[in-house]
């Protein structure tokens, strides 16, 4: 049963990931994108990861495509991309590169049962979850004490985001009345 | 036989008692009964809300409503589905074909999958469990682990019903419709969050049944009942059914197909079945939203059993499902009086009130609560606590309100300054 499932997730991952880069059009490659995140929504109910699921769901499926989705339409970019021109030089045969050695970390994981790159022995090591404990529990009292630092790193590094999309997005005014991007096309 | 091992995990319905044993016959033909039965109560209640809306709309605009299809009218939506699903079915020629065929399902299926939570009986004085057939369970479709936070997921796929198809249209009123839907849908999913974690606080847990157990304890003063509603001290509750109905679209938060301006919203292309699928998402929303709010707020299916056995049977459950739908009723009722009393926000105005005001309202609050129970952990003093966050709420507020004030100012006197009298980059529209 739980092989079933977990065949039946991944072929519907795999497929969507494929779908995201193959697509032409961004809108199917975002819709493509929700179906590999439900997908792995899937395999963390598979895992009893209850909570991670649905945040899952809600946070990237609910929230960030969602964006994507509204960037694509308000921009009006839903047709097929211009594919000859690299916006930034050398881009190509660094993504191979990239890829490539994604791929071979990924692979070297699989084949090694992951103690080589990370000494566990398993993921989550002793916090796996089998106690009484619900997930949601277990999680919030590993965040809010072991990695509290991080948690709160992690929230002052969105305030900054937040910060800098209203400075990009505010036309702020100098002392001599007119706006900021008047006067960078001026100084241009 | 694969419940006793940990993999029962990815059953979602693990906590009812009947899934936790073996499952074999019985507990699969009881699920798929429930499904079915809850599906079927919410095809019929929907024809039945649409009649009720239409004639009491009809009351307070002082003319009939529906007269004509069967007695008081009440099958006049019988009929319009039934012309609905002759009509020629239209797919726009500039449109996005399979993704404009896709968008109905995506906004109906998430509005069954959401009221599947959703407990609809049982006698919560003996801990809300019937026996049917030997089987201890729960009179709902599921109870799973993340619970609540179902409603929220399926509140936010919800969305892509609504976006694809003003996108995939082809056309630019449904265009402009979906991205205010959905811009507006996006932004009320943050209050409606955050007065959810409000009830998950008092609760202690995710689990909508256990939230209707602790809502069915002994009240106050043996006469007001322990309902979510007075725990959290009803500012929740307010913020929910504000952002609940702007996330449903209804009036007064419908620019979303405002008439004389987007001629009808995302769906303007949509014609025959398609449209009513829609439509019957949209009134399946508002059904699941006003039984999530009975649930969360208003104790669910809790209530006094009057009369405990009838002829030797044992229908203290029935009851449950009584007082359930009398308060499903009543909170109906309040949903298309709103529509009937408050005319239409404009979108700076509901843009406004969602992020300024219900967002911090919902988010102060709910911080007051867990200082109220971390007090009641430690010992506090109940009354010191209480009187420090208020001091600092107010601080809070004063702080935000000057913050907006002097952002406004700011912009009027660009807009004043610049040559232009207004910029149309920077109208939010």
Redesign the interface.
Known sequence: ??EA?FVVSAVIILAGAVGVVASR?P??AA?FL?QTLVGVAVLF????A??L???Q??VY???IV?LF??VI??LGV?KAEELRIEPIFGQRPLAAVVGVSLAAVLGTVVVTGADVLTGLRRAGGDRAL?GDA???ERMGRVLFSEYAFAVEITAALLTVAVVGAVVLTR?A?RSD?S?AAETAAQET | MEAASPVSGILVLAADPMLAGDIGLVEVGLTLAKAVVAFAFLLVAVMLMIWFERKLLGGMHQRFGPTIAGPFGILQTLADGTKLFFKEDLVPDRSDRFVFKLAPYLSLIPAFLAFAIIPLGGDFNNGGQVEWWGRATYLQVADPPIGILLFLAMSSVAVYGVMLAGWSSGSKYPLLGSVRASAQMVSYEAALGLAVASIVLVTGGLSTHDMVVAQAAEGYFGVVPRWNVIVTGLVPFIVFMIAGTAELNRPPFDLVEAEQELVGGFHTEYSSIRFALFFLAEFMNTITMSAIIVTLFFGGPAGPVLVGELGGVNIAWAWGVVWFFLKLFVLLFCFVWMRATLPRFRYDQLMDLGWKALIPVALGWFLFLTALEVGRERGWNEAAVTIVSLLVFAAAALLLVRAVRSGRRARDREAARSDEPSDPATERA
């Open positions: 049963m739980a499932v059009n809108v199917h819709l929700v109910v598979l895992n009893d209850h909570f699921a649905a945040v769901v809600v499926a609910g929230a969602i989705l509204f339409m308000l839903d089998d619900t997930d949601i036309r005014s009345g706006t």
